[in-house]
C-alpha cells in the first residue's frame, strides 16, 4: 500500500495563491487513483479534487472549479494542488488520499491509504 507525505501548506493572504504536494512511497504510484479532500476545525472531511491514476480523468468539488488544478507526475511520483485566488473558508487540514479502484471519487472511505495533512490558513 502507498504511504502518503503532504507538503506546501501555510499562512497565506485572501487571493494569494498555493500549491500543495503529495509524495508517494512504497507502492506503485501510477496504479493509484488519487483525490484532496479538507478538514476544517468541527467540520467533516470534504472532497476538494480527484484525479485518476493516467491523470486523464479530473473532478472537482463546486466550490474549488476554476480556482484550483490537481495534476499529477507519475515519473516523480507526487500529486499536485495549485490553488489560486485562495478565501478565508478554505482555511483546513489538506489531505491527500489514494486508492487502487475507489468505488466513487468523492467518498472519503473509499479511499485507503491517507497522509498526515498539511495547514492551509488564508487570513482576511
Known amino acids: 500500500q502507498v504511504q502518503l507525505k503532504e507538503s506546501g501548506g501555510g499562512l497565506v493572504r485572501t487571493g494569494d495563491s498555493l500549491t500543495l504536494s503529495c509524495a508517494g512511497s512504497?507502492?506503485?504510484?501510477?496504479?493509484?487513483?488519487m483525490a484532496w479532500f479538507r478538514q476544517a476545525p468541527g467540520k467533516e472531511r470534504e472532497f476538494v479534487a480527484f484525479?485518476?491514476?493516467?491523470?486523464?480523468?479530473?473532478y472537482y468539488a463546486d466550490f474549488v472549479k476554476g480556482r484550483f488544478t490537481i495534476s499529477r507526475d507519475n515519473a516523480q511520483n507526487t500529486m499536485f494542488l495549485q490553488m489560486n485566488g485562495l478565501k478565508p473558508e478554505d482555511t483546513a487540514v489538506y489531505y491527500c488520499?489514494?486508492?487502487?479502484?475507489?468505488?466513487?471519487?468523492?467518498?472519503?472511505?473509499?479511499?485507503?491509504?491517507w497522509g498526515q495533512g498539511t495547514q492551509v490558513t488564508v487570513s482576511s
Open positions: 488520499a489514494a486508492d487502487l479502484r475507489p468505488k466513487t471519487y468523492q467518498v472519503a472511505s473509499d479511499f485507503g491509504s
Open positions: 512504497g507502492g506503485i504510484f501510477a496504479t493509484y487513483d
Open positions: 484525479i485518476s491514476w493516467s491523470g486523464g480523468g479530473k
